[in-house]
């Protein structure tokens, strides 16, 4: 598989892809100064939901280590919140940008009414009952 974009979002083969780009040279990426990129996610230790083809991104994502190789600024904000919920982005990066929730009604119903469950073919066993577990949580 040839991939000429240095930021893939597929976690199955994003790790080989960046083991590719590290070993062709260092790249340099410019961004426009009014553009912020940020990701979400959870406090802590990312592995009791990393993927075989993670290892070694435990501690910190590879969306992470792709910016900082990249020399790409990334804020990434983070909750302490679990059980985690996909839609506590919309209220992490309102409070990041001082941004009135009463300006985005619509997000605010759907993340109070919205529960994200990983559905795909590479969940294991764990992972199954994990999410098992969790949905058990909001019964």
Not at 77 to 91: I, Q
Request: aromatic share 8%; glycine share 2%.
């Amino acid at each position: 598989m040839d991939i000429e974009q240095p930021i893939i979002h597929d976690r199955h083969i994003v790790k080989e892809q960046f083991q590719k780009l590290k070993a062709n040279g260092k790249l340099k990426f410019k961004k426009p100064d009014n553009l912020t990129i940020a990701t979400c996610r959870n406090s802590g230790t990312l592995e009791d939901r990393i993927i075989p083809h993670l290892s070694g991104y435990e501690q910190t994502s590879i969306l992470e280590e792709n910016m900082k190789y990249l020399e790409l600024d990334l804020v990434v904000l983070r909750d302490d919140r679990l059980p985690w919920r996909n839609t506590f982005k919309f209220e992490i990066l309102h409070n990041y940008l001082n941004l009135d929730k009463n300006l985005f009604p619509n997000s605010e119903m759907v993340s109070k009414l919205t529960v994200s469950i990983p559905f795909h073919n590479a969940l294991t066993n764990n992972e199954l009952n994990h999410i098992k577990k969790a949905l058990l949580y909001f019964k």
